[in-house]
Every structure is written in C-alpha cells, then in structure tokens.
C-alpha cells in the first residue's frame, strides 16, 4: 500500500478533506456525476466521508456506501458524515459481489494507488451493465499561477516527487482515458475541469488559493521537520495570491465517466 503523503486523521486533516469536498470541489467538479433516488453508489477511497456527504447532499435518496482501506478514516466518516454505510476493504480487492452498484464515485483516489488498473477492473465488475463510474484526479502538471511563485514551484515539485517515491501518480489525470478504456468500459468520456480563479471570479481564487496552501501544510507531518519551512513559505505565497493585482490561479483536474 503506498503512504498516504498527506496528514493522518489529526483534527486538521479531517477539516481539511472536508472543507476541500464542499467548499472548492463538489460546486466545480460533480456534474458529470449523476444518480437517483434509491440507486445503490459506492463512494471508493471514502476518506473522512467527505465527498459522500457532497454526494447525498446532491443526490438525496441514494443507497450510499463508503470504502476505504484505513480504519482511522472510518471512524471519523462514521461519526462525522453517518450517511453512508462504511466497508473497510482494499480498492484492488472489493467485497462485493458482481453487478451490485448502480455507480461508483471516487474523488483523489487513484493518485495513491499503485496499481489503479485493478481498481478500474474491480469497479467495472462491481457495476450493473449500463452503470457508471466517475473519477476525479489530479494533474499537478497543468497548476499554474499568475504570477508565478518559485516557492510555490519547489514545494509543488517536492510533492511531486514524494507521491511517486511512495507509489502514487500525481499526474493520473492525463491516463484516465487510457487506463478506462484498457479496463473494459464500453464509453469513456473524459475532460479536464478548468478551475479558474480571477479578478473576475474571486471566490474561486480565493477558495483555490487556500486549497493550495491547505495541501502544503497537509505535508508538513509526512516529508519532516526539514522541509516543514519550504512548505510553510509555499502556503503563505499561496494565500498571498489573492491581494496581488493581476493574480490568476489556474488548475485543471481530469473528470472521467465510464459507462459498463
Ligand atoms: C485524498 S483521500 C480522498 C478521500 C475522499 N475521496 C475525499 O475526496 O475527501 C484518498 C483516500 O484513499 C484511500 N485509499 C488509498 N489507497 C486505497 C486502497 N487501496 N483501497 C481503498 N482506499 C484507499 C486513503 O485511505 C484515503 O482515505
């Protein structure tokens, strides 16, 4: 299992997932997802339970199940998001019987999986046919902000560097296609979702801003006290951002729905 690079469950962790899933995710990135009243979804990598609870809230009625491989995280989804019912499992080996969801939904979890391609050929198993899955996944490459900050480089290279040492990819995004497709799905649709923050839209440069700079911090724990001043130099050039006349954040994570 590759190290979760982010922090563990502490308080701020917890706040953080949940704060990314409501406030900087679910009003940008879920419209592809779509489920009805009484449809069984699986929420895979459900973390704290965050997204599951974007997820009813969005789509109420659902029959919602929740997977993850840490018992720590499910304890926090169980007592914080009670919306779901919560399974302990490995993404590569799911305990469910063939042709039991109706969808699979996973936010910022094959970027830690080793082997993402059995995770796909898992949920293609586990999908009814017609079903569909939807993932939403980084690509650390197309980060880009106006002005650019060499700090805020370095520190992003650095993550880079550590999820790939620990087995994850942070550019899955621009693969999804690919590894969808090899997977066995019979429609692939796949799109980057443009997160653009501007004079123009400020709340998004300001929630983007803070989610960059929430992410540095996450790290803090996981890469030592050494590279604790770099990350720390890096949230703050990212909360600067917003005051800066001219600033833009642009990023552009990958949507990608497979149809069985
Ligand atoms: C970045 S978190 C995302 C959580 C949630 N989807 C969200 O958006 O808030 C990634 C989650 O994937 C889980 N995970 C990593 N490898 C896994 C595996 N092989 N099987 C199941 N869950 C896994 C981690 O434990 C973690 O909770």
């Known amino acids: 299992m590759a190290d979760y690079i982010h922090g563990g469950t502490d308080l701020r962790e917890v706040a953080r997932l949940v704060k990314q899933a409501l406030v900087w995710v679910a009003p940008r990135m ?3 997802f779509t489920a009805s009243p009484g449809m069984r979804v699986l929420d895979l990598g459900t973390g704290v339970g965050a997204m599951a609870a974007a997820l009813v809230r969005r789509h109420p009625g659902i029959d919602l199940w929740g997977l ?3 018992a720590a995280q499910l304890r926090q989804a169980r007592a914080l998001h009670p919306v779901a019912t919560y399974v302990q499992a490995d993404a590569t080996r799911l ?5 039991s969801f109706d969808r699979v939904h996973a936010s910022w979890v094959l970027e830690h999986i080793p082997d993402p391609a059995a995770v796909l050929r898992e949920v293609r198993r586990i ?6 899955c939807f993932f939403l996944e980084v690509d650390n490459a197309t980060l880009r902000l106006v002005p650019p900050s060499p700090v805020v480089e370095e520190a992003l290279q650095l993550l880079n560097s550590v999820q790939q040492a620990s087995g994850g990819d942070p550019f899955i995004g621009q ?6 497709r090899a997977a066995g799905f019979s429609r692939v649709d796949v799109h980057p979702v443009h997160v653009h923050g501007s004079a123009g839209d400020p709340e998004t440069l300001r929630a983007s801003a803070e989610e960059l700079a929430e992410i540095f911090e996450s790290l803090d724990e996981a890469l030592g006290p050494d590279k604790a001043p770099l990350l720390h130099a890096a949230a703050r050039a990212a909360r600067e951002l917003p005051q800066v006349p001219g600033a833009e954040f642009h990023y552009r994570p990958v949507a990608a729905l497979g149809t069985r």
């Open 68 to 70: 993850d491989l840490r």
């Open 175 to 180: 693969k999804l296609a690919g590894l969808l």
């Open 30 to 32: 879920l419209q592809d």
């Open 95 to 99: 305990p469910f019987p063939d042709a």
């Open 127 to 132: 999908l009814v046919p017609g079903g569909q």
